[in-house]
């Protein structure tokens, strides 16, 4: 029994929930959201048809979620976290033997009014459950090292059926993650200096790999690490879209060159302009301003999350919270050092502006967790 | 379990620590993102400024040009011909349904086109083109162009598409094109950037989709200027790209044409393999279909009437219909007792009609039984107690062996769409996909070429060239790339006793040219050209006690779908062999009678290279194969096509 359930008698009750809701969030990914489907209108060439209009559905679809998420006691979601990690263990196994084939890799399965991509649920599920064990864990042992070694694994599983899709992108979000939930855990820094360091060495031996029998990564991902290190090999192909990328991004300038008037993203080939590279149309449209406006945006929202977290004095709450958070951070972080040429292509969307479904429901009920942290916190 | 206030609160302060040096991390890494961005938006605005002017001056990609089909004589079979369309920009028309309604009065739209183009102008920017009508005629096109003013935004377009001259005749082989499609890049995993232009052509079937990578070249690079709107003012320069690789292939067009009308109105398979080198000579299934119509986008009628025909015409029966080979698999069961000593020439089976096999009859498709039968005579007159027999003894594992050996059973690699394996049973087999036991009664069918055994007529052919060469020959379908001569199929000497397939092949000569032999009535008489052969009648029903008391049906009495297939494989000439020939007619009844005369034209035709003269054929035939002649004569003049006429 934590500390929390003694705490009970002081959080609200019935519809005073939503006035001790973290409205400052709320507003703020309504305000990005908002953004998004400006966005989407503006790549479609001024329609709200096929992306800006579905998203809108969307996301009233995931807000709703998300108050309903928020309105069921925090504690309810500790007890579930188990649960919710097994469950998307199991569908993770699910697309591994039966999934749609898309793209290349078998990553999703489909709902009928939407397609459901388990490893976006793996990313919050493998935190919930994380920041339970470390709830239940007494603090003298987080750093022992078969205390350790638990977690380790429990990352490992779904980070190594994501890699199997094959999905390079998500299976780093999920390592860096569940290794930034181990470090907020007050796991011993040494152990994440020697992962530093092994990784280091991995990283040259995956490279060594290259051209032998038991090479590591497939060849179009090598082809992506190449053109990303030198855009200018491979012009048409692979190298495009990050070259078109930067050239529409640096040419918005200050202010942009206004909203539907970005020449760069409506002249290229880009198939990917309304999900992955939705922000070079930011940029574009809006300049240096729109750019870091969407910037301050995200960042209040991580702001927000620190609030929530370390005004709770529940070790759950904070844990899941803060996990959330960084999983945001992350995406948006990838998908930008992307888009401006800091990091290779590896397919992850611009959180609650790029066009897709699932990755936005569950980020609407990630941060339905995060409200209901704040609601029911103890006072 | 219960925590002290002591260890607890030490706990939240690390906590809180470690929460605000991952925040300030976090908050590190977004001001980095800032700079980044401020370093490319403004520091060096100017430089992207002007690199996205220079992307004015745009890269387009040229679609490579597809590579060309010949035949083995350089006729054509695919070809890229010029294609006008109309094409719309929703940017200028203004009204797009106004200016739509307009056209159409002017020339004659497809409804489902429309509606597919106003689908493709939602997901698209309002500056790029979206075809309105494919393939237009000249006559439509000029109506266009004079008519420009009044219709804000169209524009005639030129472009390249498929287009196949010979029309069914190689519909199976070649296959078709057709505009890659959301399923097409689905399953890539890595699409070329060219497959994104519109309407960009893959193969879809067959040779088409199985050479893709051979046929579809490397795409150029333009550089053009364009205006802020993106239409393209000028050409600055350009790489040309590398057109496809044109394929020559074995098939000699002429003969597979004449194969294609012999058969027409069945549904039949017929295969001519050359035995020295593997070629692929003629390889036609009827009835076929026009692969013209999948290129332009079949409509929703002509589709399901090809669906819906009993006959099939859009399966290649050639390599993708697997049948049992009845009595055409003999000369395998015969082959297999000759080489594990079971049988010697001399040696005699006595068929009184039946083989009892346990309590089981197995009959003789002669009820009165043939008497004494030796191998040579076993072949000729097709008696299949004497299979039954000899089965017994060799066993099935031999048999499937030899089956094998000769091609049947084996996947031959050949560049079509679903090309079967076939299958050669074996104890093995059953025990693995039945579960069951094989039985003796499987080894008495299998020896007939019944039961679970099972080839398209292609192997059959392979069959018979391996017989006719004693070499293991194998199929080959395309002669040349880009000129460079593919390896032969010639094959190496099989590890088969010469005498033994000596002695076969001369049954098979008896067949022919024996007054008793089954396929007598369709011989070659021209002594050069004397042809070797096999009928073969498969079932496709039990015959079941019962009819067989009344006498078993006829099957010319029987609904076409239960009557038996009619086989024949042949060889010819028979001392210096150079064509296998394989036919199959769907539900024709016995093989002698409609397998074999088509086999023997076919044969001849190729043999002479052309029509032959009437003296090939016996006295008693000429009359009759001279009307067929003249009347396949004319099936094969050019036919003008009359929805080709208006489509220049």
Sequence with gaps: ?379 | MKRTPKTQGAAYKRLTRRALVLGGMQFAFVGGLAARMRYMQVDQADQYRLLAEENRINIRLIPPTRGRIYDRNGQIIGQNAPSYRIVIVREDAGDVDKVIAKLSQLIPLNEDEIERAKAEMKRTAPFLPVTLADQVTWEDISKVAINAPALPGVTPEVGLTRQYPRYEDFAHVVGYVGPVSDYDLSKMEDPEPVLMIPRFQIGKVGLEAKKEDLLRGKAGAKRVEVNATGRVMRELDRREGQPGADLQLTIDADLQEYAQARLAGESAAVVVIDCETGDLRAISSTPSFDPNLFVRGISVADYQALTQDNHRPLANKTVQGTYPPGSTFKMITALAALEAGVVGPGNTVYCPGYLKVGSRRFHCWKRGGHGMVDLETSLKRSCDVYYYDVALRVGIDKISDMARKFGLGIKHDLPMSAVAAGLAPNQEWKQTTHGQDWLVGDTANASIGQGFMLASPMQLAVMTARIATGRSVTPRLIRSVDGVEQPTGAGEPLDVNPANLEQVRNAMYKVSNDRRGTAYRSRIIADEFRMAGKTGTSQVRNITKAERAAGVIRNEDLPWERRDHALYVSFAPYDNPKYAVAVVVEHGGGGSKAAAPVARDVMLQALYNGTPPLEAYPVADRDRIKEQQKRLEGDRRPKARPDEKDRA
């Design chain 1, 1 to 379: 029994m934590s500390y929390l359930e003694y705490a009970v008698k002081t959080t609200p009750t019935g519809i005073r929930k939503v006035l001790y809701m973290n409205w400052p969030l709320t507003l703020l990914l309504i305000s990005v959201a908002s953004a998004g489907f400006l966005m989407l209108y503006s790549v479609a060439g001024g329609s709200w048809s096929p992306w800006a209009e579905p998203q809108m559905e969307r996301f009233g679809l995931g807000l709703t979620v998300m108050f309903i998420v928020a309105l069921v006691p925090i504690w309810f979601w500790r007890n579930m976290s188990v649960v919710a990690y097994l469950v998307s263990l199991g569908l993770l196994l699910f697309v591994e033997l039966f999934g749609t084939i898309g793209m290349g890799a078998q990553r999703w399965i489909d709902l009928g009014f939407m397609r459901l991509q388990p490893s976006e649920l793996a990313k919050v599920t493998l935190v919930m459950l994380l920041a339970a064990y470390y709830d239940w864990l007494p603090s003298y042992k987080t750093s022992r090292p078969l205390w350790v070694l638990i977690p380790v694994v429990l990352i490992l599983i779904p980070t190594f059926m994501v890699l199997r899709q094959p999905d390079l992108g998500t299976a780093i979000l999920l390592l860096a993650a569940g290794g930034g939930l181990m470090f907020l855990a007050g796991v011993h820094w040494a152990y994440f200096a020697a992962v530093i360091a092994a990784g280091v060495g991995l990283v040259s031996t995956v490279f060594k790999s290259r051209g032998t029998d038991w090479q590591l990564l497939k060849d179009y991902q090598f082809r992506r690490i190449d053109t990303f290190l030198d855009p200018s090999t491979d012009p048409l192909g692979a190298g495009y879209h990050i070259t078109q990328s930067k050239i529409a991004l640096g040419s918005g300038g200050w202010n942009g060159r206004g909203f539907m008037q970005g020449t760069q993203s409506r002249l290229n080939f880009l198939p990917e302009k309304h999900t992955d590279f939705i922000f070079t149309t930011l940029a574009e449209e809006f300049g240096f301003v729109g750019g870091t406006t969407l910037l301050l945006l995200y960042g209040l929202i991580l702001i927000f999350c620190l609030v929530t977290a370390l005004s709770t004095k529940d070790r759950y709450s904070s844990l899941v919270t803060l996990g959330i958070s960084l999983n945001f951070f992350l995406f948006f972080a990838v998908n930008m050092s992307m888009v401006m040429g800091l990091a290779p292509v590896v397919g992850v969307p611009l959180p609650m502006v790029s066009y897709g479904g699932s990755a936005m429901l569950v980020l609407m009920a990630a941060f339905g967790i995060v409200q209901s942290a704040h609601i029911h916190r103890p006072r």
